[in-house]
C-alpha cells in the first residue's frame, strides 16, 4: 500500500482527531449528571409512591372519620329526641321514664365513646398530614435538583455537540483527501485495536502499542521507501515515520 509522506501525516492528524471524537463520546456517554439525574429520578419515583400510599390513607381515614361523624349524629339526634320525650312530661309510666333515662345515659356514653374515636383519627390524621407536607417539601426540593441537574446535563452536552462538530468539520476536510484504501485499512484496524489505527513511530517506539522495534525490525521499516504504508510487526497498526522516528 503507497501514500507519499505527507499524505501519511495527515492520516495521523485524522487519528488525533478521531481520538478526539472517542474522548468526546465517551464524556458525552459518562457526564456525571447522567448518574445524577438517575439517582434524582429514582429518589422522585419512591418518594411519589410513599406520597400516594400517605394520600390513600389520609382519603381511608376521611371516609371512616365521615362514618363516625354520622354516626355521632344518629346518637345525637335520638338522645334529643329522647329527651324532648322526656321533657314533655307524657310520659307518666314509672318504668317507661326509668327505660328513657337509660337510654339517654347509655347514648350519652356512646357519644363520649365516639367522640374519643373521633379525636383518635384527628390525631392520626394530623400525622399524616404533617407527613404528606414532608413528602411535598422533598419532592419539591428533588424536583428542584433534577431540574438543575438537567440544565447542566444540557449545557455539557451542548458544549460536547459543539466540540464534536468542529472535530468532525476537521475531519470531513482532511477524510477526501487520503487514498481510500488506506482509510479503508485504517478504520478497520481503529476498530480493532482500540480506536487507535494509525500511530507514530517516535525514537524506535510504536506510539499504538508503546513497544519499541527490534532491530531487524527497525531496518526493515528505515529501509522501506518513503510512500510505503508500513505496519507495526507487534500490534499491525499503521506506523508513520516522522523526524522523531530515531531511523
Ligand atoms: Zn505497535
Request: proline residues 2%; aromatic residues 0%.
Amino acid at each position: 500500500m503507497k501514500a507519499d509522506p505527507a499524505t501519511q501525516l495527515r492520516l495521523l492528524d485524522m487519528q488525533a482527531i478521531d481520538s478526539s471524537l472517542d474522548r468526546l463520546a465517551a464524556r458525552r456517554r459518562n457526564l456525571p449528571e447522567l448518574a445524577e439525574i438517575d439517582k434524582l429520578s429514582s429518589q422522585l419515583a419512591a418518594i411519589t409512591d410513599d406520597l400516594v400510599r400517605v394520600s390513600t390513607e389520609l382519603r381511608d381515614l376521611g371516609r371512616s372519620q365521615k362514618k363516625l361523624d354520622d354516626e355521632v349524629d344518629m346518637v345525637r339526634a335520638r338522645a334529643a329526641r329522647d329527651q324532648k320525650r322526656l321533657d314533655s312530661g307524657q310520659i307518666t309510666s314509672s318504668r317507661e321514664l326509668e327505660n328513657l333515662q337509660s337510654e339517654i345515659a347509655s347514648l350519652a356514653r356512646r357519644q363520649r365513646t365516639l367522640e374519643d374515636g373521633m379525636l383518635e383519627f384527628m390525631e392520626v390524621a394530623e400525622g399524616l398530614e404533617a407527613r404528606a407536607a414532608a413528602i411535598r417539601s422533598d419532592q419539591e426540593r428533588l424536583e428542584a435538583e433534577l431540574a438543575t441537574a438537567v440544565g447542566r446535563r444540557d449545557a455539557a452536552m451542548a458544549e460536547i455537540d459543539n466540540e464534536t462538530a468542529a472535530r468532525r468539520a476537521e475531519r470531513d476536510a482532511i477524510a477526501p483527501t487520503l487514498p481510500a484504501d488506506v482509510v479503508a485499512l485504517y478504520e478497520r484496524l481503529r476498530a480493532t485495536s482500540a480506536g487507535v489505527g494509525a500511530a507514530k513511530l517516535v525514537r524506535r517506539r510504536c506510539e499504538g502499542c508503546h513497544l519499541e522495534l527490534s532491530g531487524g525490525d527497525l531496518r526493515d521499516v528505515a529501509a522501506a521507501p518513503a510512500d510505503e504504508v508500513v505496519r507495526c510487526e507487534e500490534c499491525r497498526r499503521i506506523l508513520v515515520r516522522t523526524t522523531e522516528s530515531g531511523l
